[in-house]
């Protein structure tokens, strides 16, 4: 009888693991270069919404470094031009402008290839009709800023 409810509990615990594995596997780990990519946009969009262009144009440039040095060439070239734009932005309103279709590419991006499911949040501005990710579930709006830091809401 002692054999027999080892042998479940060991079938149980080998069952778990295994689905744990499979769980893993269907939501793939963001590899480099998307990972530091988003960390760098994650850190524009915090600036951003904080009504600051601090740092912006070194983040961005990160950006555009990181995906014109990728080999494998996972996100498009177009993420590393929208970058090359937001790094030339000379105000504010200029970098709230370059950073929507960078928004756009990294939120399609994350889509499309079913990562981030967790860590990373679409957000969405009904008032400048944009999306932008973030990682807390608390809407931090980088397009309002201070003025409206609040306004907008979770897609995922």
């Known amino acids: 009888m002692k054999i027999k409810a080892i042998a479940i ?19 793939p780990a963001l590899m ?9 946009y994650l850190m524009i969009q915090t600036e951003l919404a904080k009504d600051s262009v601090r740092g912006l144009d070194e983040h ?6 990181a995906v014109k040095g990728d080999e494998m060439k996972m996100l498009s070239p177009d993420v ?3 970058a090359e734009t937001l790094a030339k932005a000379k105000d504010i309103k200029a970098a709230r402008e370059a950073f929507k279709p960078l928004s756009t590419s990294l939120v399609k ?27 807390g579930k608390d809407i931090t709006n ?9 306004c907008g809401v979770l897609k995922n």
Do not use: F
């Open 60 to 65: 961005a440039s990160a950006i555009a470094k």
């Open 80 to 82: 590393a031009k929208q």
């Open 109 to 135: 991006y994350l889509a499309d290839n079913k990562a981030g499911k967790g860590t990373y949040h679409e957000a969405y501005c009904p008032m400048v009709k944009a999306s932008w990710l973030q990682t």
């Open 9 to 27: 509990a060991l079938l149980a615990a080998v069952g778990l693991l295994l689905n744990t594995a499979v769980r893993a596997a269907d939501e």
């Open 142 to 150: 980088p397009y309002m800023g201070k003025s409206m830091l609040n």
């Open 32 to 40: 480099q270069p998307v990972k530091s990519v988003l960390d760098q």
